[in-house]
């Protein structure tokens, strides 16, 4: 168990608790040896054991990914977290048997957990994410899997070096729609595709989420701890709400592109392979809403990949949606694969090719995708199996830097390159050193994750 401030000297609790925390990977001597020695693996979870699960963060997200794991016979919640009682207790009467916690550590301490869900706000998630690697937990960590570029390369890192098995949570990754667009495009159908567009628009109107008055702390909520390594600031109520609330809050969501382009950026990272990119840039602005937030109302963004531009466009304040909808206020949202010989869109559900002429030609040979049994159950899988899942942070990394060098521009104002061999910014110092947040104290970037394993 890590300190306030992120480092690994050894409390009086683990001292308490060492005998029982080993088996969870988090023994005495690991404690003294530092974040390498940590490494040692959690309990392997046989044949016959049940898969004892904890969550940390108890909104709405997390809660509909802890049902989807606790309907499955193989699994038992042993282990609840949340700083606001009014969000923890509902849960633990529905699991009489899980133990609760307020301190993240805590849970991660007691040993009675194999795998944890990380569903707390993004700006939380690669201090838990990390801090469950190192008590040897596997983790499902909701989506955006982080919000700067060297929080990005920190959680991939700790991941690979404690041996975890982790799913970033974008489950949409799991429909069978998404195989089948795959499928079509490795198939080599569309020719060479240059270009991927995707977007996701909502209305929300000059007043969007609303302006009312800030009110008291309520009774049962940490606020100190539930901004934690963020920048502090007044409570308001609406960015404890739920997680299309606090969207609209920069410091703890990074605005609507994190929350949302992890969905739509999956399927040309998979299809196509894109790993890393090169150059991000982002244009956008507050230039319409008028309410309690402080995101902007529009962003677009260009990525480069080695033959392919990538886009992101997204607006609260119009809600166009092209070939998915329009003439009404609505959130829509879609993908455009544009290839020399044709090209297909796709939202969620449903896709589409459309002919370039007479150079679109039947489809040829492409390997099937098996079905998925489900994002949490492929998870569940891979805990017993010491697989990594198929949105692992390897894989993921490349959709998550992407987004979060897009909002390193957008602070900016101007493009930011990247190295994806070394996987640094490249020719801007003031870049450079935006890429690793600052965490309010005593909390502290674990920058010795940085480095490879």
């Known amino acids: 168990m890590t ?11 683990q001292w308490l608790q060492g005998a029982a925390v080993a088996g969870a990977g988090l023994s005495l001597a690991a404690c003294a040896a530092g974040p390498e020695a940590a490494a040692t693996p959690g309990r392997r979870v046989g044949p016959n054991d049940k ?35 009014a969000r923890l207790q509902p849960l633990a009467a529905r699991f009489p048997a899980a133990k609760t916690f307020r301190d993240h550590r805590d849970l991660l301490a007691a040993g009675i957990v194999d795998a944890v869900i990380v569903a707390t706000p993004p700006h939380w998630h690669t201090i838990q994410a990390i801090d469950a690697c190192r008590a040897g937990v596997d983790l499902y960590l909701q989506k955006p899997m982080t919000l700067h570029p060297d929080e990005c390369l920190a959680v991939r890192n700790a ?69 934690g390594p963020a920048p502090m600031r007044p409570f308001h109520e609406l960015i404890v709400r739920d997680a299309y609330y606090h969207c609209s809050f920069w410091d703890f969501s990074g605005g609507w592109t994190p929350g949302m382009a992890p969905h739509l950026l999956d399927l040309p990272h998979w299809a196509l ?31 480069q990949h080695p033959g392919c531009t990538v886009t992101w466009s997204t607006s609260l304040v ?30 969620y559900g449903r896709h589409e090719v459309v002919a370039e002429g007479d150079l679109l030609g039947p489809a040829g040979p492409a390997e099937a995708l098996p079905p998925s049994p489900g994002h949490e159950r492929e998870w569940l899988d891979c805990v017993r199996s010491r697989k990594q899942p198929s949105c692992n942070p390897d894989y993921h990394a490349g959709i998550d830097m992407a987004i979060a060098l897009g909002n390193l521009s957008y602070r900016l104002g101007r493009a930011v390159r990247f190295d994806p061999a070394t996987e640094r910014v490249v020719g801007d110092p003031e870049a450079a050193a935006l890429a690793r947040p600052q965490y309010r104290a005593p909390w502290r970037f674990p920058a010795e994750y940085l480095a490879p394993a």
């Open 3 to 13: 300190t306030n401030d992120g480092t690994t000297e050894c409390t009086r609790r």
């Open 51 to 85: 898969i004892r699960l904890g969550m940390i963060g108890c909104g709405s997200m997390g809660t509909a990914n802890l049902n989807a794991c606790a309907a499955q016979p193989d699994v038992v919640v042993t282990a609840l977290c949340d700083v606001w009682s």
């Open 159 to 227: 991941v690979r070096r404690h041996g975890r098995i982790c799913q970033v949570g974008t489950q949409i990754h799991a429909s069978a729609n998404f195989r089948r667009v795959v499928e079509t495009l490795r198939s080599g159908r569309l020719g060479k595709v240059t270009v991927a567009r995707t977007f996701h628009v909502m209305n929300q109107g000059p007043e969007g989420i609303g302006n009312p008055p800030a009110g008291p702390v309520p009774e049962g909520l940490d606020w100190d701890r539930w901004v």
């Open 273 to 303: 392979g894109l790993g890393m990119p090169t150059l991000a840039a982002c244009t956008g602005g507050r230039f319409v809403l008028r309410d309690a937030g402080d995101v902007p109302d529009v962003q677009e963004m260009t990525w």
């Open 318 to 347: 119009n809600s166009f949606g092209f070939d998915f909808g329009r003439g009404s206020r609505d959130r829509r949202l879609g993908v455009y694969f544009h290839g020399v010989r044709g090209t297909l869109f796709s939202d």
